[in-house]
């Protein structure tokens, strides 16, 4: 999810969830009103990943989601006020939208660093010691899904690696460019006329 579904919208920030249903609600039934909500809102589809969490010490049986929005059309509040819609309703019995401590609004996935901190943040997801009896319980979205298939048909390939190099080489050919103006003497800013630069920004 965090490595593998980086095309599915560039600008990425990333959510931790946990929540307890009321017999009203279940995980099918709150991942389906979660898509339905932000795609009538911003039209497009969360990348979701749930697991189901059994801790007797605490609230029982509750679910932790590991959410990804699109970070140029949404972000905290709009989750928050997901949630708390679904809370008036009487359909969970409680909830928290956890943020990282680096971040109140939600944590960034611009670089392979942000995603490294994201992916070790979320492994609390993956600890057995309070899973359920019959082994672990988690379900993705299809995005999701369908990236996990598509991952292991390929030989499950080392997708950090993959991102890794691809941003060397993107910083590279940013460094060749820049180079390449130093050896043919192009200035980096070029001056125009107040009629030009107004040509120039209704074209952008």
Not at 36 to 45: A, N, P
Not at 90 to 117: M, Q, W
Request: proline share 3%.
């Amino acid at each position: 999810m965090v490595y593998g579904c980086t095309k599915v919208y560039t600008r990425q920030r990333g959510y931790h969830v946990r929540l307890r249903f009321t017999e009203k609600m279940d995980s099918r039934k709150f991942s389906a009103r979660l898509s339905t909500f932000f795609k009538r809102k911003s039209d497009y589809v969360p990348l979701r990943l749930t697991v189901v969490e059994c801790d007797e010490d605490e609230d029982g049986l509750h679910h932790h989601f590991a959410i990804m929005l699109n970070d140029r059309l949404d972000r905290r509040p709009c989750l928050e006020h997901f949630m708390a819609r679904l809370f008036a309703g009487g359909f969970l019995a409680n909830y928290e939208v956890v943020c990282p401590n680096i971040d109140a609004y939600g944590h960034h996935l611009r670089t392979l660093e942000e995603k490294d901190s994201y992916f070790e943040w979320m492994t609390y997801l993956a600890k057995v010691a309070t899973k359920a009896e019959n082994g672990q319980v988690w379900s993705p979205c299809r995005a999701v899904s369908r990236a996990l298939k598509e991952w292991k048909l390929a030989g499950r390939p080392d997708l950090r690696k993959q991102l890794f190099d691809q941003y060397t080489k993107d910083s590279v050919a940013v460094v060749d460019i820049f180079e390449l103006m130093q050896l043919i003497d192009v200035p980096p800013i070029v001056m125009v006329s107040h009629k030009a630069s107004n040509s120039l920004y209704g074209a952008i």
